[in-house]
């Protein structure tokens, strides 16, 4: 608008003068500096005073230097005048003021002006909007990093206060139960040496019942052993369970984890080849299949270990095997096994497992 203005006072009779570059560059620094404010009141002065100036630019000057009015009306009353209609009419209003011959250029002024700062104004309310909306999911994000992050310390902290708490129960178990006996065994033998040369019966005596303690301390040692150690299905289901909270945590995807059959049947090695084969299912569901929900499932039949991933994603018409899959299949045929696919409804890895004792 400026240029247009300056531009019609150049090829008029007054041509550009002196006075008026120096109006000009004076207005330009009064806009710079109104909208280098970042307060909203310093910036609604600011734009009173470029009015005012412009005004006595138009009654001193030229006339059409009255074109450059609307804009700065709009920033004044923009913010405090949220309906349309009244700011429309506060731009018009000047135009009671000026020459009949402006009329024309200022209603067409004051017409552009009012759309192109309306939908300015509407795209930056909408962008701020956005920037804040980014900047809450931003503290969001933090937030749940933060809150996952305590978790996970939390877990660690204590998987170690247990491992603290049970070395301590067994180091005070075996010093209880079986410190005691092996300390009387050893007095038994040592008395048993000392009577073996004066009282022979009495020192075999002796001896045996040493023997017979040493027998319950270490009967006693299998019986701490055998408590501590878990169930070799324990080991191999709660590994699996933890896959699958850990894969739901990571991915947001929902998982879930079911089991039948006597889980005890399942040698480690086939747990091992169990999960290695689940954990690459589970990448490759990530990967293709689109989905919002898979679900592992072992069943211990009679003869076999059947264990599945199945997923709810887009699935495939025809299965191409890549890398994973085959290593899958590997691994399965290693101990006599086989891996079924099937992509017709969702995604499926199926694998059959023979038990050693079938």
Request: glycine content about 6%; cysteine-free; overall charge neutral.
């Amino acid at each position: 608008m400026l240029l247009y203005v300056t531009g019609s006072v150049y090829v008029s009779e007054s041509g550009l003068t002196n006075w008026y570059t120096a109006a000009i560059l004076l207005y330009i620094s009064m806009e710079l500096f109104s909208h280098i404010m970042r307060s909203a009141t310093l910036q609604r002065a600011g734009a009173a005073a470029s009015i005012l100036f412009i005004i006595t630019l138009s009654y001193e000057l030229n006339p059409m230097l009255a074109l450059l009015i609307p804009v700065n009306l709009h920033r004044l009353a923009g913010p405090l005048l949220r309906h349309p209609a009244p700011i429309l009419l506060l731009m018009m209003a000047p135009i009671l003021l000026l020459p009949k011959e402006l009329y024309a250029s200022y209603g067409l002024t004051a017409s552009i002006s009012y759309l192109f700062l309306t939908v300015l104004s509407a795209y930056t309310d909408k962008s701020k909007a956005y920037r804040s909306t980014l900047e809450a999911m931003r503290e969001e994000q933090y937030r749940l990093k933060k809150q996952l992050h305590e978790s996970m310390e939390h877990r660690r902290q204590s998987e170690y206060m247990f491992k603290l708490e049970e070395r301590n129960r067994l180091s005070q178990e075996i010093h209880d139960r079986i410190g005691h006996s092996m300390t009387g065994a050893l007095i038994q033998m040592e008395a048993a040496k000392r009577l073996y040369a004066t009282d022979a019966a009495r020192s075999a005596e002796l001896l045996q019942n040493a023997i017979h303690i040493s027998k319950e301390g270490i009967e006693q040692i299998r019986q701490v052993l055998k408590s501590m150690k878990p169930l070799k299905e324990q080991l191999g289901i709660n590994r699996m369970r933890l896959l699958a909270d850990e894969f739901a945590a990571t991915h947001e995807m929902e998982t879930q984890l079911t089991y039948e059959g006597n889980l005890d049947r399942i040698e480690p090695l086939h747990w091992h080849i169990i999960q290695q084969n689940v954990t690459e299912a589970l990448t490759n569901t990530v990967k293709y299949a689109e989905a919002t929900a898979v679900s592992i499932h072992i069943q211990v039949l009679h003869t076999m270990i059947k264990a599945s991933v199945s997923d709810n994603g887009t699935g495939a018409s025809k299965v191409i095997k890549g890398l994973g899959m085959i290593g899958m299949e590997e691994r399965t045929a290693a101990v006599g096994g086989k891996v079924i696919v099937d992509g017709s409804k969702g995604f499926a890895v199926t694998m059959l497992i023979p038990l050693a004792s079938a």
